[in-house]
């Protein structure tokens, strides 16, 4: 429970860091909208844990991070509701889509990484 709490905590610091960071780097001219899901990622790997279910909810936060951060950034000029932009998020463009789904790739794959595998095994 400790090793949860941890990894989650850890995944909401980097999140918060990697959103206001976007936001950075874009009012200098870069579009990274791989740092929010990265550094969820980041975050949430600082820790090990036990659970691939909890890799698997940090790569979806991350994923729903990019998606509102993209959002927050650039709403559609028709309608700017969060709902009408997931359900239009087609029509964004192949970079958008690539680096939101890197990132959410990224908020799974390091958590993932330090899964401890030696505490799985049965003995």
Same mark, same amino acid.
């Given at each position: 429970?400790?090793? /949860? *709490?941890?990894?989650?905590?850890?995944?909401?610091?980097?999140?918060?860091?990697?959103? *206001?960071?976007?936001?950075?780097?874009?009012?200098?001219? *870069?579009?990274?909208?791989?740092?929010?899901?990265?550094?969820?990622?980041?975050?949430?790997?600082?820790?090990?844990?036990?659970?691939?279910?909890?890799a698997v909810?940090?790569?979806?936060?991350? /994923?729903?991070? +990019?998606? *509102?951060?993209?959002?927050?950034?650039?709403?559609?000029?028709?309608?700017?509701?969060?709902?009408?932009?997931?359900?239009?998020?087609?029509?964004?463009?192949?970079?958008?889509?690539?680096?939101?789904?890197? +990132?959410?790739?990224m908020g799974?794959?390091?958590?993932?990484?330090?899964?401890?595998?030696?505490?799985?095994?049965? /003995?």
């Open positions: 429970m400790k090793r /949860t *709490f941890l990894v989650l905590a850890g995944a909401v610091v980097g999140g918060v860091l990697g959103y *206001f960071a976007f936001f950075w780097m874009r009012r200098r001219g *870069f579009y990274g909208l791989i740092l929010p899901g990265g550094l969820l990622g980041l975050g949430a790997g600082v820790a090990q844990n036990r659970s691939t279910r909890l909810v940090c790569g979806l936060l991350a /994923t729903a991070l +990019g998606l *509102f951060t993209e959002w927050q950034y650039a709403p559609f000029r028709k309608d700017d509701s969060l709902s009408y932009f997931l359900l239009h998020v087609h029509e964004l463009e192949p970079v958008t889509l690539m680096m939101v789904a890197v +990132g959410g790739v799974f794959w390091i958590p993932y990484r330090r899964n401890d595998k030696t505490e799985n095994r049965k /003995t």
